[in-house]
């Protein structure tokens, strides 16, 4: 479609509605229509950008990374600053020794507890993810059963691991 020039008149200008082409002042109409008199806007051949998806693999270390830092406790970290691990003085001999656990505040932790934590937890979905890949049909019967070992056995111990925080955290819990 050709530019309209700026030298045709409008047949009805009265009833336009842009208040810019009714105005009488010659300076805006200097400013308005000089400078692009002789300026030309550049033929500009931008090719856009191509995204590519990521692999499943990468989508799936990204969901994985983000569960860890989530049930780690990051953000509770990030606000509270709590210390990396704790200290207790032994009674007995008055030395101080150091302590992974904040015990007997449930809703308190230490970053290392956190991050142990979160690390069991992953660990539990490592191996939920192994169980499944042990179900399929096309690997070898071998790989098979590597998978499902080390699937059930990632279960366990991030089961029995959990556990056994949740007995340090909470001494009296199911007794």
Do not use: C, W
């Amino acid at each position: 479609m050709a530019p309209k020039s700026d030298t045709q008149a409008p047949a009805a200008s009265h009833g336009h509605s842009d208040p810019a082409s009714s105005s009488i002042d010659p300076i805006f109409h200097v400013l308005r229509v000089l400078p692009y008199s002789f300026l030309r806007p550049p033929r500009l051949r931008l090719k856009l950008p191509t995204l590519t998806l990521p692999s499943p693999m990468t989508v799936f270390a990204l969901v994985l990374l983000t569960y860890f830092m989530v049930v780690s406790g990051i953000v509770y970290d990030i606000i509270v600053e709590p210390p990396g691990i704790g200290s207790i003085q032994d009674r007995a001999t008055g030395s101080v020794r150091p302590v992974v656990f904040l015990q007997g505040r449930v809703n308190g932790q230490y970053i290392i507890e956190g991050l142990s934590s979160g690390f069991m937890f992953v660990l539990g979905g490592v191996g939920i993810v192994l169980m499944d890949l042990a179900l399929d049909r096309n690997r070898a019967k071998s790989v098979k059963v590597s998978y499902a070992t080390a699937g059930i056995s990632s279960v366990v111990i991030a089961y029995v691991m959990s556990m056994l925080f949740i007995r340090i955290k909470i001494p009296a819990y199911l007794s």
